[in-house]
Nanobody, 121 residues
Framework: QVQLVESGGGLVRAGGSLTLSCAASVRTVMGWFRRPPGKEREFVAGISLGGGLTSYADSVQGRFTISRNKDDNTVLLQMDNLGPADTAVYYC??????????????????WGQGTQVTVSS
């Protein structure tokens, strides 16, 4: 069992930045997903166990950066140039191994409780 706890959500104006954090109980392959209002949960970014491999959804490529701390089991999602379309509940999730093609909800095993990000226009 892997415990995941997200933090860092909030309200930000369009064009602004926000950093989300996910603390895991063990070091594991991680991903970020989001669920916009009225929509399905979607993949945002993923990172390998060592942090050297990352993958992004087309909608966030170049604006979001996923990284992980070397000294603990925390993964960050730096979000820049945010727009109203980025408004969603953001979730971190874990899986046993990394694959850039693993972008479905069912590809991940454990989930955090989610944190709300709201971008005002």
């Amino acid at each position: 069992q892997v415990q995941l706890v997200e933090s860092g959500g909030g309200l930000v104006r369009a064009g602004g930045s926000l950093t989300l954090s996910c603390a895991a109980s063990v070091r594991t392959v991680m991903g970020w997903f989001r669920r916009p209002p009225g929509k399905e949960r979607e993949f945002v970014a993923g990172i390998s166990l060592g942090g050297g491999l990352t993958s992004y959804a087309d909608s966030v490529q170049g604006r979001f950066t996923i990284s992980r701390n070397k000294d603990d089991n925390t993964v960050l999602l730096q979000m820049d140039n945010l727009g109203p379309a980025d408004t969603a509940v953001y979730y971190c999730a874990s899986r046993p191994y990394y694959s850039s093609n693993s972008r479905g909800v069912s590809d991940y095993e454990y989930w955090g409780q989610g944190t709300q990000v709201t971008v005002s226009s």
